[in-house]
């Protein structure tokens, strides 16, 4: 069983900041891209940020050069560090890891979501 959790979330005035960091664990074998996702109200789940297991990075236009996602492979780790936080990116948001386990398929597994309030 894999599980992800997340941490960091919470409320920030505009233009503030804010670090969300995800935890892969459980019989892992081999942790592939590493994600983040947000789901505001009434709208659907977006991707916000995808890196590599080399460390290859790409953004959603919404959030270049604002936000900046990381990860530390030893510890199963993955952060998405956010600068210059707007209203707009108000969201629920979910880590997202392509996992290969130990004696089952690789899959996809999400973490609960951690909710980011951003204040005008």
């Known amino acids: 069983q894999v599980q992800l959790v997340e941490s960091g979330g919470g409320l920030v005035q505009s233009g503030g900041a804010l670090r969300l960091s995800c935890t892969a664990s459980?019989?892992?074998?081999?942790?592939?891209?590493m994600s983040w996702y947000r789901q505001a109200p009434g709208k659907q789940r977006e991707l916000v940020a995808v890196i590599t297991s080399g460390g290859m990075t790409n953004y959603a236009d919404s959030v270049k050069g604002r936000f900046t996602i990381s990860r530390d492979n030893a510890k199963n780790t993955v952060y998405l560090q956010m600068n210059s936080l707007k209203p707009e990116d108000t969201a629920v948001y979910y880590c997202n890891a392509d996992v290969t386990p130990l004696w089952t398929s690789r899959n996809a597994y999400w973490g609960q979501g951690t909710q980011v309030t951003v204040s005008s």
């Open positions: 459980g019989r892992i074998l081999r942790i592939n891209d």
